[in-house]
């Protein structure tokens, strides 16, 4: 196993990551990542298997678990009860759970009103100069669809996203002390807010999720509060991540590359959401413990060795794809790592690619010159891979 050096925070990996990848792809494997001081999966074939070999979690053993600062309490109360960093059988009810709430026909259902919303935002786009479209379209789309699923006012997307900024920089490769101060304050806020937020809703019932999460039930079992609030924050912080980067990156690599009108059409769509988000996808890095020794690809992980899955690098692998660099959306379908695998697959997968088939040919339909009005950047965001903006005229 070779030791690789490659700070994350580098300008030039951050705007492209993908020759790191390539090339310790072709070395192996696995690789000792000294930035991170961790084993990092490069291959297709070793993130795939990590991501659903049980020898592995995301929860730390508790004999390797540290305490954590005191300012940070509010933050790892929102983590302690979170579904992305459980395990069976807390994972196992966990997602059962929200899944009987959190169902296909509930998000087929916000369908329409996202329609309506795409058409909304582009009629406010300014005509006759250049405009950001990550903040005037690509955020707006996924943070008020989540206000609309959850049920709280559309005017409190503005402060959702702020909260849910401050607490995902705690998961790149920049956070600093600032940081953690920043994040601790906006959990404690949004937990305030969703408390509140809750205690009315079994007063008063609506027709949301929060709803149906409360009522939610299994053997007798139900979400405490503190659940169904890292429940909430969950679906923010991920979802919200994860569509605009994609809508991001996606409309980026086709004004760039050339579009196709037939990837938009209904037969189309979903290929080309697909490639967007095997192409150049929104997190690149997920990372678990081992939880015994286990031997895979000529290394021996010990009980608490943290290895990162490098989703990104997996998706461009020679191995699984003919011309993985090539972005294509008419390629054959092949399983993208990009919504991860096993039992930690994401649960909002469904929402944000019907997100991204929505918003992609109605934003290209309405705005059919639309091009670049200035070279994008990528945010020094590490492991997310997302733009700082995205400036375009129609």
């Known amino acids: ?118 058409h909304e935002l582009i009629d406010s786009f300014p005509k006759d100069a250049p405009f950001d479209l990550l903040s005037t379209y690509c955020t707006q789309v996924p943070v008020i669809a989540i206000c609309r699923l959850l049920g709280v006012p559309t005017d409190m997307a503005p402060q959702l996203l702020d909260w849910s900024h401050k607490m995902v920089a705690m998961y790149q490769a920049s956070r600093t002390e600032e940081t953690e ?73 086709m004004l760039q590359q050339g579009w196709d009108a037939a990837w938009l059409s209904p037969e189309g769509i979903e290929g080309l959401v697909e490639e967007i988000l095997r192409y150049d996808p929104p997190l690149h890095m997920f990372t678990r413990y081992a939880y015994e020794e286990v031997e895979m690809f000529g290394h021996t992980f010990k009980r608490g060795d943290e290895v990162a899955l490098l989703l990104a690098a997996a998706n461009r692998d020679p191995e699984l794809l003919e011309d993985p660099e090539r972005f294509d959306p008419t390629r054959p379908p092949k399983v993208n790592q990009s919504f991860g695998g096993g039992l930690h697959f994401c649960v909002g997968a469904p929402l944000a690619r019907m997100e991204m088939q929505i918003a992609l040919p109605i934003l290209f339909e309405r705005c059919p010159n639309l091009k670049l009005a200035a070279a994008p950047e990528y945010n020094n965001t590490y492991h997310f891979h997302g733009l700082t903006r995205l400036m375009v005229e129609v």
């Open 1 to 118: 196993m070779k030791t690789l050096t490659q700070s994350p925070t580098d300008p030039d990996f951050v705007q492209s990551p993908y020759g790191f990848y390539a090339a310790a792809r072709a070395e192996g494997h696995l690789h000792f990542w000294q930035d991170y001081k961790m084993v990092a999966a490069f291959s297709h074939a070793a993130v795939h298997m990590l991501l659903r070999d049980r020898r592995f979690g995301r929860e730390i053993p508790p004999e390797m678990a540290k305490e954590s600062p005191a300012h940070l309490a509010p933050f790892m109360q929102v983590e302690a009860h979170s579904l992305l960093d459980a395990e069976p059988p807390r994972h196992t009810r966990l997602r059962r759970l929200i899944l009987r709430a959190f169902t296909s026909r509930e998000i087929k259902a916000l369908a329409p009103g996202l329609d309506s919303l795409c």
């Open 181 to 253: 101060h920043a994040a601790a304050r906006a959990s404690q806020e949004f937990i305030d807010f969703l408390t509140t937020y809750v205690d009315e809703r079994r007063k008063t019932p609506g027709e949301d999720l929060i709803t149906r999460l409360i009522q939610a039930e299994e053997d007798g079992e139900s979400l405490s509060t503190d659940e169904l609030i890292g429940t909430c924050i969950l679906l923010l912080n991920a979802g919200h991540e994860a569509t605009v980067h994609s809508l991001g990156n996606g409309v980026k690599t």
